[in-house]
């Protein structure tokens, strides 16, 4: 790009490429509304739903735009459930008592609906509900969604039904909100995504007895949940979230990137406490795309790091999926390389901690 050759401001082109990335993520997100009426592709949807509600709300106090009017009436945080993107790259200890809380949480509470209190001591209640598809692979559980939800003081231990749809319905007011106020930008704008139902079924644990993959550590349990709630993550996206938005979508390569970051970062921290030679063979394998300007790119509307352009001007252009972005914090590499390097990313982290989740699938029931 030759500045000297424009009419526009160098700030004025980097707000138009956040307001077209806006436009694309919030059309995209009304296409989903089907997609997302099952209640598991819902529920783990949100993070990043949130992120996007979260993000464009930045962009709008800075830009100064009154066009879109972004309102939260629901008792839950938006910024409670989008942080939860970063959930598994704190500090390993922090996780460890967020892990053990929510657990401990779910099993007094579940311990509490027992109909003869005397059964409480005997173990046999349920704390923790698995979401699979129809082969088996693991997608979600309650545990996960339970945290999802949680400020940092765990201060929400009795989550309402209502509160949850209370709070969807705040995120979908937001994106309609921006669709609305974009109509007028690039009007003929359309996003593709794929119109799909999934068999999903489930199975009930208590994470007493029938939940330890590491039986020979004493923090075992803990591990155990820590994996569990990694591979839902992941295997999310591979079997959920990238069998409905086609990887040209750039909301798709926002998402995956998200994942696989912060997949990445979790690992680092349980292989440094753990050593384990087949989780430094996949960190290995994707060093290289791992790159903090590039997801910050991804967790917010801008193209910048601390004001600094993030776009090489060699790179920048409206001719470029994402810009330019990421030739200019990959050495060049095209959004469609990045995009299958993702892709074997994911498929590398699912299959791992898919291995390291040895849990009985045996007798699922439909949902």
């Not at 919030?26 to 529920?43: D, R």
Request: glycine share 6%; proline share 2%; hydrophobic share 35%.
């Amino acid at each position: 790009m030759d500045w000297g050759k424009t009419s526009v401001s160098k700030e004025e082109y980097y707000s138009l490429l956040s307001t077209i990335a806006i436009k694309n993520d919030s059309e995209t997100l009304k296409a989903l509304v089907s997609a997302f009426s099952q209640p598991v592709v819902s529920l783990m949807s949100l993070p990043y739903i949130a992120l996007f509600c979260s993000s464009v709300g930045e962009f709008i106090n800075h830009s100064g735009i009154t066009e879109v009017q972004l309102k939260n009436g629901s008792p839950l945080s938006i910024s409670d459930v989008r942080n939860k993107l970063k959930l598994f790259s704190e500090k390993y200890g922090q996780l460890k008592n967020r892990i053990l809380k929510a657990d401990a949480d779910q099993d007094d509470a579940f311990r509490e609906k027992l109909r003869f209190k005397w059964l409480a001591p005997l173990n046999i209640h349920y704390n923790l509900g698995v979401f699979f598809t129809s082969d088996g692979k693991i997608i979600g559980n309650t545990q996960y969604v339970y945290h999802m939800f949680q400020d940092r003081k765990f201060s929400r231990n009795r989550l309402e039904g209502k509160a949850v749809q209370e709070f969807g319905e705040v995120l979908g007011t937001i994106i309609q909100s921006v669709c609305t106020g974009l109509s007028g930008f690039l009007p003929e704008y359309k996003t593709e995504v794929f119109y799909k139902r999934f068999p999903i079924f489930y199975k009930d644990y208590n994470t007493n007895r029938s939940v330890n993959f590491f039986p020979s550590y004493e923090d075992g349990k803990e591990m155990s949940l820590r994996i569990l709630h990694l591979v839902c993550s992941v295997n999310f996206i591979r079997y959920i979230l990238g069998e409905i938005v086609p990887w040209e979508n750039i909301w798709s390569l926002r998402v995956k990137y998200i994942t696989v970051y912060y997949v990445y970062r979790s690992l680092e921290r349980f292989q440094n406490r753990y050593p384990n030679e087949e989780i430094r063979t996949t960190l290995d394998c994707n060093r290289s795309i791992i790159d903090s300007s590039f997801r910050g790119c991804m967790m917010h509307y801008g193209f910048t790091n601390h004001g600094i352009s993030i776009i090489k001007d060699e790179f920048l252009g409206l001719d470029k999926a994402l810009f330019g972005v990421v030739e200019s914090c990959f050495d060049g590499m095209t959004y469609e390389q990045l995009s299958k390097k993702l892709d074997s990313a994911i498929n590398q982290f699912s299959d791992l901690l898919s291995d390291m989740a040895v849990i009985d699938t045996s007798h699922r029931k439909l949902l």
